[in-house]
Structures are given as structure tokens and as C-alpha cells.
């Protein structure tokens, strides 16, 4: 192995924020092609070590990532799964360039949906290098061509009480573990919000920050304010003093969304029961507006009220009606097909009541279909996800091959009779 690494005084001098070119290649060749373009660019301290993207993985947990990375994907079998895991340790600002042997379109495409700026066949050459640097359009790895925005999900309860933050934080959970999507998680009640809470993690300033001050946002800056639950999941959340006045500067939820929109396959939504300028932007932009209801009288009332609000502020948006708590005689509900009456709205999902659920999600610091993998309350849960992320629910029985078949028809002739075909002894008695 060899490498080119920063030295002391580099770092002294501000050079330790990470290399603007890092090369992880195979061949001593292919290495010194990178060297070379870095001497082009005029960029100082290029790291070129010998390897691929395990090497590349390896240096990114270790060190601050690079602004461009040359990268060989020969030592994987599998490059779009490698660069899209490797993806989640990398800034989205980051560029990268894939090398390797394999001359095939299907890859080039997959390497190309998935972010990758270019995909360049060994041996390379500066020439080639830089011509990929020239037509980069600032693709980010992991947030891929055909798919550069991510889909916005609100969250709104009908009635306090009604379990909307249950409802967004198990979604937004099961998208990430389950459907293995990339998700934001916004609790928009800076000073009684507890989807932190519900997912055992410590509230932090940034949310605050970012909606007062809007114009100091970027990717950056907006990822060291998020929790992070897990590497598919990260959280924005505040538990601001109640004596504080909060103040949400203009198009500051434009400018959040945005950035969040580049990074995220979905930003989940959990709105506070206020209808407020920023609120009401939200649901604009909002791709599904989810409103999670008990079936109580009040709710039915308020459940009326806000879809038509909901309908006429986003008509183009997908609108779920999500029944939560059902079963819950001391909620003082009425049953689900006089609800369905009362209010003329069909209930698209229902989530049973679990008198186990608060014991279990409290004990362990977790959302429900975590803490109760099989309770039918979770199975709800997980459908809603599956719902929104556009998965198709696969059949519970297998159908043998045969019975795809189409079946012939058969033309009885006249006369026929199914007694022909009973054994004498019971010709008598049918």
C-alpha cells in the first residue's frame, strides 16, 4: 500500500478538514493518474492508497471525507450495493468516480441512478478524469438521477390525544428498518414535542436554529443538527424553554425541506394541532397528508373540518384517514362503520388499541412495531409504511404453478349425466 496523507503541518495550517481528492485504486498506475489530476487542479495533499471501496470505507470512518473520491469497484461483487453503503457515511456534496474492468451499460446506468458522477473503464488517464470533472452535474452519491427529491409525509392529529406522533414515528421507522429507506423525522412542536422521547434520544438546538435563521442552512450544517436513531433514520427535534417565544422565519420551511429533499428518500412530517403560516406551507408541500383520528363524536366533527381543509390546501396530495386507538372503549368511541357513516369518509387504515403498547414502547425507548414486532397494532403500522413507500403487499399463500394455468374448456355432450361416473353401488342412492 502506499499513500500520499497530510502531515503535521498541514494540519496546522486548516489542511485537516479532509483531502480534496482521495483515490482508493488497485493498480499503482490508476493511482498516479489521480496524483497527477490533484497536481492539475492545483490541490494540495491528495491521498491515494492502494484498494477499493473497502479501502475507501475504511479511510471515510477514520478520517473527514474528501470532496471528490476516485474509487476502483472491482473488489465487490455487488458496486451498486457497496457505493450505495458506503453512501451513508459520505457528505451529499461529496463527488465520486467509479473505475473497474466490467464493460457493461447495466451497470454504468445503476452506478449513474445512484449518484455516481461516472463510471470509467481501467486503464484511466487524466484526460479521462478530467472530462468526467467537467460534465459533473453535481449528482450526490446515493441520491440518484431518476429520483432527486424526496417524498414529504405530514402527519396531522384530529384530536389531541389521537396518536399522530405514535403514528409518524412508527412509519418513519418502519421505512428505514423495514424498507430500508433513507428518512427524516421532524417533530415541528419545539417545546412539547416527544418523538425524541418516544425513540430514546436527547433533543437538540438545531431545529430552532434552523427555523430562525434560515439563511445559514445547508446539508451540512442541518445534519450536525439531527439525531440520529439509526443510519437510515435521523431526527430533528427541540425541547425549547416554554418562556421562549418561537419565532419561524420566512420561507425557512421552504429553504429546509429543501435541503432535506436531496439527501432523504422521505421527510416525515409530525405537526403540531395548530394551522399557522408555516404549517399550512407544510401541507402544500406535502406529497401524503396523513390525519390520524380516534373514532369519538369530537373526532368525527374535527375529522370533516380538516380533510376538507386538507383537500383544499393540497388537492394534488395523497390524503390517509388513519383510525388510531381502535377498540378503546374508555376513549368513549363509537363503532367503525357508524363513524364511517357519520362522517361519509372511509377510514383507509385502522391501528387496533394495544393495552400492552405504552408499557412495551416505554420500557424500551422504541416505537411500536420495534417494541411488538407481531401485535396487530404494529402489523397496521407497517402497512401504512408499506403504503407509502409504494411496496405492493405480497400474497400470505403460495399458488403452485399449475394452478396459473388456464383452465380448458370442456363441452359435455347431450345427454350427459355425472351418475355415469359413480360406482354401482352408489348409483342407487344418489
Known amino acids: 500500500m502506499d499513500s500520499n496523507l497530510p502531515t503535521a503541518s498541514d494540519a496546522e495550517t486548516g489542511q485537516s478538514a479532509g483531502p480534496r481528492l482521495l483515490a482508493c485504486v488497485a493498480e499503482p498506475e490508476n493511482r498516479q493518474v489521480a496524483r497527477d489530476l490533484a497536481a492539475a487542479q492545483g490541490w494540495r495533499n491528495p491521498v491515494a492508497i492502494e484498494g477499493g471501496v473497502a479501502a475507501a470505507h475504511d479511510y471515510i470512518t477514520k478520517h473527514a471525507p474528501p470532496n471528490l473520491l476516485v474509487v476502483d469497484v472491482d473488489d465487490v461483487e455487488d458496486p451498486v450495493k457497496a457505493l450505495g453503503d458506503l453512501a451513508e457515511l459520505c457528505p451529499p456534496e461529496m463527488t465520486v468516480i467509479a473505475l473497474g474492468k466490467r464493460n457493461e451499460l447495466t451497470l454504468y446506468r445503476e452506478l449513474i441512478e445512484l449518484g455516481v458522477t ?26 440518484g438521477t431518476a429520483k432527486t427529491q424526496a417524498h414529504v409525509v405530514s402527519f396531522v392529529s384530529v384530536r389531541g390525544g389521537a396518536g399522530a406522533t405514535t403514528v409518524a414515528g412508527s412509519t418513519a421507522w418502519c421505512l428505514a428498518h423495514v424498507y430500508q429507506k433513507r428518512v427524516a423525522l421532524i417533530d415541528l412542536d419545539l417545546q412539547f414535542g416527544n418523538l425524541a422521547l418516544s425513540l430514546d434520544l436527547v433533543p437538540a438546538p438545531g431545529l430552532r436554529e434552523a427555523l430562525e435563521f434560515p439563511s445559514r442552512l445547508d446539508s451540512r450544517l442541518l445534519g450536525t443538527a439531527m439525531l440520529e436513531e439509526s443510519p437510515r433514520l435521523k431526527v ?50 406535502s406529497a401524503t397528508i396523513g390525519l ?60 387496533p388499541f394495544e393495552p400492552t403498547a405504552a408499557l412495551a414502547t416505554a420500557s424500551t425507548g422504541s416505537v411500536l412495531p420495534s417494541a411488538l414486532k407481531h401485535a396487530p397494532a404494529a402489523t397496521a403500522l407497517r402497512a401504512i409504511a408499506m403504503r407509502i413507500a409504494g411496496i405492493e403487499a405480497t400474497a400470505t399463500k403460495s399458488r403452485s404453478v399449475l394452478a396459473k394455468l388456464p383452465l380448458p374448456k370442456v363441452t359435455l355432450p347431450a345427454g350427459f349425466s355425472p351418475r355415469a361416473f359413480l360406482p354401482s353401488f352408489l348409483k342407487r342412492s344418489a
Open 236 to 285: 430533528l427535534a427541540a425541547e425549547e424553554p416554554l418562556v421562549d417565544q418561537m419565532h419561524v422565519a420566512p420561507g425557512a420551511i421552504d429553504t429546509m425541506l429543501n435541503v432535506l429533499r436531496h439527501d432523504y428518500d422521505f421527510v416525515v412530517v409530525d405537526m403540531p394541532r395548530v394551522l399557522s403560516d408555516e404549517i399550512r406551507r407544510i401541507l402544500t408541500l
Open 292 to 351: 390520524v383520528t380516534d373514532l369519538s363524536l369530537a373526532s368525527a366533527r374535527d375529522l370533516l373540518r380538516l380533510s376538507d381543509f386538507a383537500k383544499t390546501m393540497t388537492p394534488s396530495a395523497r390524503h390517509l384517514i388513519v383510525a388510531n386507538h381502535v377498540g378503546a372503549k374508555h376513549r368513549g368511541e363509537i363503532a367503525k362503520a357508524e363513524f364511517e357513516r357519520v362522517t361519509a369518509v372511509k377510514l383507509d387504515h385502522v391501528v
Open 118 to 143: 461516472d463510471y470509467l473503464l481501467k486503464p484511466v488517464t487524466l484526460a479521462m478524469l478530467e472530462r468526467s470533472l467537467r460534465g459533473d452535474n453535481k449528482r450526490q452519491l446515493g441520491q
